[in-house]
């Protein structure tokens, strides 16, 4: 694929739109690439990472990353022009039907597979508030894009912006009248189970996005599964998006 | 193209008749289907199945992996539905994909190596068995079996009584003396050896001082075990008359040659697969320009040059 643009957001993130040669294959909300980190010393994997956003008329993709150690930091130095290879689109996708009013949840780089989620809930006409988290208001990314399909609520450990808190606790879970019918989440393990634990008392639906290690991404190495009621799942091809009720440990 | 000029890849294992010397390693290319969307995977020499057992099994718990430099260590630990599954549903599905399908065996005991090996004697389509006594990921049996001369015999005698078509046992690398235990299952009736299974090895987060894998230690693989993986090959290749089958972080046609020269008669690709789903073909085609390039009719006149 052709680099298109790489921006970084801040020191931390930066958004990669990329080009394929043919015409894109249709993607699921939720759907990952792996993608080949060339002369990074220590990274002999491809990394796995979300669809940010598709755009079928441009024929682009985007990817939003979190430098987080060698194949990210190679990632982000990645020009406009340069070639980049993917295996794509991976994976299953969160519903987007059997919900009306639903809350995206994402914590930090986790709101990476939602924006797209969130634009086809929204030309579905189904009602979407995104709650976006961080340590602090430069872990807050993209949030006007979001806004162009829903009302955004977002939590910051140091208040710099929105309320001060975990996403878990922003008032809009305190509120007698909880209006959503389903959260959809990616993000931290442990935000996603306290989720998991507050849908669970509200009696709706919750589908998380897990971020297992992955070897192959396609279903070939098993290194990537995750225990649930039927026994060891792929993350990659059953996943990453499960329903919350199907994982152990996690109800 | 003219087809006169190709060379030969054609090679021999046993009964087996593969169109080129390049198949897919045990439990890194699932059952084959997992590729089909990016290459024909029909034009494999051959492709090795996911390690199969008598029932069952799980596997180990996650994290099963860690990536290592040049290489990513596994603790998979022989997940699988077991072999009745494996004939009822997978089979149906992978017989008429036309290369050799070959499944590789594993057990807890001879008697599970036993009832996989004579059920899938009869199935028509499985022209031959690989014999996994190399596994380092499982707690009884697997590598047990082959670590010492003595009980590595035993397990191929037994199944060399049920087993009729072409019987290829895989080598662990975690030994000695590897030509030792090469020779020791060619005189108890191996048709072909393979190597190496995984190097055992671990990896610890320093922060949270623990180890990566769950199960502490785990099975090395990728570029980082090739020098190690055909040094065997090299040996055993000299100390046996049965064919060889080098594997070891092979990545591209070069590292492929580099095991033919060292006396492999036909290679297996593993954990290159993850890096790039259609390295298979890659590869047929680098031996195909290797050896017009050499002026050589027939792959076969490269294999043990060394
Ligand atoms: C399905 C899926 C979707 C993802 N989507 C995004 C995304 O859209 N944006 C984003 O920034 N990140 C995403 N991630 C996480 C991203 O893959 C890791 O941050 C990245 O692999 C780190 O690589 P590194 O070389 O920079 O760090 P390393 O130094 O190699 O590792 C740091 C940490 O990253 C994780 N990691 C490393 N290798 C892998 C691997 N092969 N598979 C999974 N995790 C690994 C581990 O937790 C590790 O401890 C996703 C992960 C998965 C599984
Ligand atoms: C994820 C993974 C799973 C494996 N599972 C099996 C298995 O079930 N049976 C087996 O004989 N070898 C298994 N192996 C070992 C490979 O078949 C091969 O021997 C080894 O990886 C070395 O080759 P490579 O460096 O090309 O990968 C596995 C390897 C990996 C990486
Ligand atoms: S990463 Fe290989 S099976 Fe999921």
Not at chain 2, 91 to 97: A, E, G, S, T
């Amino acid at each position: 694929m052709k680099v298109v643009s790489n921006k970084n957001l801040n020191t931390k993130y930066f958004l990669l739109t990329l080009q394929p040669p043919d015409n894109m294959p249709v993607i699921l909300p939720g759907q990952f690439a792996q993608v080949e980190i060339k002369d990074a010393k220590n990274t002999f994997l491809r990394r796995p990472l979300s669809v940010h956003d598709v755009d079928y008329k441009n024929n682009t993709i985007k990817l939003l990353v979190q430098i987080i150690g060698e194949g990210t930091k190679k990632l982000s130095e990645i020009k406009e022009g340069d070639s980049l290879n993917l295996v794509y689109p991976l994976g299953n996708s969160f519903s987007t039907s059997g919900a009306d009013n639903v809350l995206l949840v994402g914590g930090g780089c986790g709101i990476a597979p939602l924006l797209y989620l969130a634009r086809l809930l929204f030309e579905k006409n189904i009602k979407v508030t995104t709650l976006i988290g961080g340590s602090s208001e430069s872990d807050i990314l993209e949030a006007d894009e979001y806004r162009k399909y829903g009302d955004v609520l977002i939590t910051t450990l140091d208040a710099s912006i929105g309320e001060k808190g975990l996403v878990t606790q922003h008032s809009v879970f305190n509120s007698d009248k909880f209006p959503y019918t389903a959260i959809y989440t990616c993000g931290p393990e442990p935000m996603m189970k306290a989720l998991a634990r507050i849908a669970k008392e509200m009696n709706i639906r919750c589908e998380v996005s897990l971020e297992n290690m992955m070897a192959c991404g396609i279903g070939a190495c098993l290194c990537c599964v995750v225990d649930t009621n039927e026994g060891n799942k792929c993350t990659c091809t059953k996943g990453p998006v499960f329903n919350y009720k199907e994982l152990k440990g996690w109800s | 193209m003219e087809l006169k000029n190709m060379p030969d890849l054609c090679v021999k294992i046993g009964g087996l008749v593969l169109k080129n010397p390049v198949m897919t390693a045990s439990g890194t290319f699932g059952y084959g289907e997992e590729f089909a969307d990016f290459f024909d995977i029909s034009t494999l020499g051959g492709i090795i199945v996911k390690g199969t057992t008598g029932s069952k099994r799980e596997g180990n718990a996650y994290p099963r992996m860690a990536e290592t430099p040049s290489g990513m260590l596994n603790a998979v630990g022989l997940q699988n539905k077991g072999v009745d599954n494996f004939i009822s549903d997978i089979y149906p599905r992978i017989k008429d994909i036309n290369t050799n399908m070959i499944v590789n065996v594993s057990g807890s005991t001879i008697d599970e190596y036993i009832m996989v090996a004579s059920k899938l004697n009869e199935l028509d389509k499985i022209p031959a068995i690989e014999l996994n006594i190399s596994c380092p990921n499982v707690k009884e049996g697997g590598m047990a079996f082959g670590t010492s001369c003595p009980s590595a015999i035993a397990v191929t005698e037994a199944i060399r009584k049920v087993y009729h078509k072409t019987l290829i046992v895989k080598l662990s690398p975690n030994v000695t003396n590897i030509a030792e235990m090469a020779k020791a299952v060619e005189g108890a009736g191996a048709d072909s050896v393979s190597l190496i299974n995984t190097l055992l090895g671990m990896a610890i987060d320093i922060e949270r001082q623990k180890p990566l894998l769950s199960t502490i230690t785990g099975g090395l693989s990728g570029p980082a075990v090739k020098p190690v993986a055909l040094r065997m090959v090299w040996q055993v290749a000299k100390a046996v008359k049965i064919p060889v089958i080098g594997l070891g972080g092979i990545m591209n046609a070069a590292d492929a040659i580099e095991f033919m020269l060292a006396g492999a008669t036909a290679i297996q690709v593993g954990t290159a697969n993850f890096i790039d789903p259609a390295v298979c073909p890659k590869i047929i085609d680098g031996i195909n320009d290797y050896l017009i390039r050499h002026r050589n009719n027939n792959v076969n006149e490269i294999i043990g040059k060394i």
